[in-house]
Structure formats: C-alpha cells, structure tokens
Nanobody
Framework: QVQLVESGGGLVQPGGSLRLSCAAS????????MGWYRQALGKERELVAR???????NYADSVKGRFTISRDSAKKTAYLQMSSLRPDDTAVYYC?????????WGQGTQVTVSS
C-alpha cells in the first residue's frame, strides 16, 4: 500500500506560478511512475505530467515549456512546478503513483487561475 499526500494548490493570477508536492509513504516499487492528472469542471481527467523512477519525464502538450516535474527519491516526493499559468489550467490536480498493476491517488488539490 502507498499513501499520497498532496499540497501546494491555491489561487493565482494569470502568468503566475505554483508548486505542487506529492509525498508518498509506504512500500514503493523499484520501478514506478509518479505524476499528476487534472480534471476541470465538466471535463474528463487528463494526464498533465509524469516522471519515472529512472527520471524520465512526459508532459501534456498543453503544459510543455510551462510545467516541470521532478522528484526527490530520498523524500519519496514528486513536485510539479507550474509557471505561466493560464485560466484554462484551472482544475483539481490529482497526484498518482503507479508501481506494477497498482495505482494510487492523492486527495486532489484545487488550482484556480484567475484575476
């Protein structure tokens, strides 16, 4: 079992920045993915970014060049640095961890981009 605790959401003006954190606890696989999905009101959940245990990263086209995912393996924590935020980034962001067939989710954190 893996537990995930997210932090860092909030309200920010367009063009601003936020950093999300996702701290994992429990037994983690040697090979795994961590990252974030997001779900805006009335829309389907979409993958935002993910990072593998080897450090490989993937991003949605809509966030490339603006968001950066990283991890601190010793702290079992992933980070999503979000810059140049736009109103269409407004959503609930859900951290996830996937090791083998099991997938775990954080509680979600609201990110609102508005003036």
């Amino acid at each position: 079992q893996v537990q995930l605790v997210e932090s860092g959401g909030g309200l920010v003006q367009p063009g601003g920045s936020l950093r999300l954190s996702c701290a994992a606890s429990g037994r983690m696989s040697i090979i795994y993915f961590m990252g974030w999905y997001r779900q805006a009101l009335g829309k389907e959940r979409e993958l935002v970014a993910r990072i593998t245990s080897a450090g490989t990263t993937n991003y949605a086209d809509s966030v490339k060049g603006r968001f950066t995912i990283s991890r601190d393996s010793a702290k079992k924590t992933a980070y999503l640095q979000m810059s140049s935020l736009r109103p269409d980034d407004t959503a609930v962001y859900y951290c996830f961890y996937q090791g083998g067939p099991a997938m775990y989710w954080g509680q979600g954190t609201q990110v609102t981009v508005s003036s």
